[in-house]
C-alpha cells in the first residue's frame, strides 16, 4: 500500500520569507503526487501536480514542487510566503497499479499547518 | 466553469438516523469520489463511483454506501449514524480524457455532518 509523510504538522514562517513544507512517498509503482491546499471551513483547492512529466512543477499562486525519486520526496516551496497563504496544506499520491490503471483512491499525508508572522 | 457542489452544507442527525449527501460533479467528470475527514483521522478515502458503477471503496463499514446516477451526480448514505460519523464529507470528481480517466481530483466544499 501507499503512504505519505508529511514532516512537520505545524511550520510557522515570517512574512517574506521561503516557505518548505516536506513530503515523502512510498509507492511499488511510479506514482501521481498532489498538493492540495485547505483554508478553514473550506474544501480542498488543488495546488499543483506530478504526472510523470518535467520534475520541477510549478502551481498557483507561486508554489512550486520538485519530484525526486531517488529520495521518494515531493517538497513544496515558496520563495516569499504571504499572509494569505496562511492555510493546511495536504501532500497526497494517487495509489496506481502496473498497467496504468490506479484504483481511484488518493492516499494524503497527515497535513501542515502553514502559518505566516508578520 | 462551475466546480465541484455538495448538499447540504451542514447536517445535523442523532444517533441511529440516517443522513444522506449529495454531490454534483464539475460538468464532463465522469468519476466520483467520496472522503472522511474527522478530527484526528485525516483524510481518508470512502467510495471512487465511475460511469455509474462503484469501483472501490475504502476501509470503512457497510452502513456507508453511495451511488452514481445517470447524470454522474452522486449521493453518500450512511446508515445507523454513530458518534464518530461527525466530520466533514467531501466529494471530487476527475474527468476523462480520450476515454482515459485522469488522475487529477477536484474537491468540492464538503458537507459537515455532526452526530448528536
Known amino acids: 500500500a501507499q503512504s505519505v509523510t508529511q514532516l512537520g504538522s505545524h511550520v510557522s514562517v515570517s512574512e517574506g520569507a521561503l516557505v518548505l513544507l516536506r513530503c515523502n512517498y512510498s509507492?511499488?509503482?511510479?506514482?501521481?503526487l498532489f498538493w492540495y491546499v485547505q483554508y478553514p471551513n473550506q474544501g480542498l483547492q488543488l495546488l499543483l501536480k506530478?504526472?510523470?512529466?518535467?520534475?520541477l512543477v510549478k502551481g498557483i499562486n507561486g508554489f512550486e514542487a520538485e519530484f525526486k525519486k531517488s529520495e521518494t520526496s515531493f517538497h513544496l516551496t515558496k520563495p516569499s510566503a504571504h499572509m494569505s497563504d496562511a492555510a493546511e496544506y495536504f501532500c497526497?499520491?494517487?495509489?496506481?497499479?502496473?498497467?496504468?490503471?490506479?484504483?481511484?483512491?488518493?492516499?494524503f499525508g497527515q497535513g501542515t499547518i502553514l502559518t505566516v508572522h508578520p | 466553469e462551475a466546480g465541484v457542489t455538495q448538499s447540504p452544507t451542514h447536517l445535523i442527525k442523532t444517533r441511529g438516523q440516517q443522513a444522506t449527501l449529495r454531490c454534483s460533479p464539475i460538468?464532463?467528470?465522469?468519476?466520483v469520489y467520496w472522503y472522511q475527514q474527522a478530527l484526528g483521522l485525516g483524510l481518508q478515502f470512502l467510495l471512487w463511483?465511475?460511469?455509474?458503477?462503484?469501483?472501490n471503496r475504502g476501509n470503512f463499514p457497510p452502513r456507508f454506501s453511495g451511488r452514481q446516477f445517470p447524470n454522474y451526480s452522486s449521493e453518500l448514505n450512511v446508515n445507523a449514524l454513530e458518534l464518530e460519523d461527525s466530520a466533514l464529507y467531501l466529494c471530487?470528481?476527475?474527468?476523462?480524457?480520450?476515454?482515459?480517466?485522469?488522475?487529477?481530483?477536484?474537491f468540492g466544499p464538503g458537507t459537515r455532518l455532526l452526530v448528536l
Open positions: 497526497a499520491v494517487s495509489e496506481g497499479r502496473a498497467g496504468g490503471t490506479s484504483y481511484g483512491k488518493l492516499t
Open positions: 471530487a470528481s476527475s474527468s476523462r480524457l480520450a476515454g482515459v480517466r485522469q488522475e487529477t481530483q477536484y
Open positions: 460538468s464532463g467528470h465522469t468519476s
Open positions: 463511483y465511475d460511469e455509474g458503477e462503484e469501483r
Open positions: 506530478y504526472t510523470s512529466a518535467a520534475t
Open positions: 509507492s511499488s509503482v511510479p506514482p501521481y
